[in-house]
């Protein structure tokens, strides 16, 4: 075996659904990547984050940002939000929202309201 490592990794899934418990196997993901305490375990524990989370709930997200905003190894983590924007792509994906990240807020951008042509017709 090269990489036990990622061999190790390859098994995440197929442990989760054999026990039945990928929802808490997704939990534990999400924690590790949040207590991450170097950039270095950052950029690893987001990677293996993203490839095996698809969709975050409410807490989850909620979560995420808490953390991002008091983990200097997150906000200051260049691989996070490079040009690239990994993890503000990874929470739009996750959740079906749009967010900005500035410095160390994650902020949820809110869809404009829209006034379609049937609202001309309200008599108020």
């Known amino acids: 075996m090269a990489n036990p490592i990622s061999a190790a990794e390859g098994l995440f899934p197929i442990i989760g659904k054999a026990l039945g418990r990928q929802e808490r196997l997704q939990e534990v993901l999400i924690t590790a990547f949040c207590e991450s305490p170097s950039y270095s375990d950052s950029k690893t524990r987001f990677d293996r984050m993203a490839s095996h989370v698809k969709k975050l709930d409410e807490a989850q997200l909620l979560q995420i940002i808490d953390s991002y905003a ?9 691989h996070l939000t490079s040009r690239y924007e990994r993890l503000r792509h990874f929470l739009e994906q996750a959740t079906g929202k749009q967010f900005t990240i500035e410095r160390r807020e994650i902020k949820e951008v809110k ?3 829209r006034f379609d042509d049937d609202d001309e017709k309200v008599p108020f």
């Open 70 to 78: 008091k983990n200097s190894q997150l906000y200051g983590a260049g």
């Open 111 to 113: 869809p404009a309201l």
